[in-house]
């Protein structure tokens, strides 16, 4: 067997295709729900656009520069707003609790991946192991977390030219998994 061979073969057996991943898989106990919060925000950061606007066009022509930066800030602030409206008021909610759920990705090298894959499917987060993500790199550790602890997901990635590619399926924890889990990451140097 050549050697370009032994290396694709290798190769193919670390690498385990998954259909899904964990940002496009549904999950029956995660919705999104709209922010009532953000919605209002929102509200009220285009209401300050809207009087912003109103006072460049009530000043007289002697103002002519704070006119046009009233105008120029309200157009923003209205620009902004609509955007938080639109593609910021959604969040994840995990149903049962009602918390929301923040998703997230670490990177690593490559060689940390059967370290992350040992300690995601023993469920062993409480072990002194400690694994130093970096700001980039070729393995990739995506996670969902419910702010209380309750909800937690994870899977992992390498990096193959132009994509990152699953190694791992998908693994779901609740109660005291996820809550270690979320302990585990919090922990992490970053």
């Known amino acids: 067997m050549s050697i370009i061979k032994q290396k694709k073969t290798l190769f193919m057996k670390q690498t385990k295709l998954v259909g ?22 929102s509200i009220a950061i285009a209401l300050v656009g809207i009087v912003f606007i109103y006072f460049s066009l009530d000043h007289d022509q002697k103002s002519s520069t704070l006119s046009m930066t009233l105008l120029t800030v309200g157009a923003i602030l209205i620009l902004v707003s609509l955007y938080r409206f639109f593609w910021k008021s959604a969040e994840m909610v995990y149903t049962p ?8 990705s670490y990177y690593s090298e490559t060689d940390v991946l059967p370290l992350l894959q040992q300690l995601i499917e023993n469920k062993n987060f409480d072990q002194a192991t400690r694994v130093t993500f970096k700001p980039s790199g070729n393995g990739r550790l995506d ?31 609740t109660d005291a998994d996820a809550k270690a889990f979320k302990t585990y990451l919090e922990t992490q140097q970053h």
């Open 20 to 41: 899904a991943n964990l940002l496009s898989a549904e999950h029956p106990h995660i919705a999104k729900h709209t922010s009532l919060q953000s919605i209002l925000l």
């Open 97 to 104: 609790t009602g918390s929301v759920v923040s998703m997230g």
């Open 143 to 173: 996670y969902m977390v419910s702010k209380d602890g309750q909800f937690a997901a994870v899977q992992l990635f390498r990096f193959v030219p132009y994509t990152y590619e699953p190694v791992s399926e998908i693994f779901y924890y």
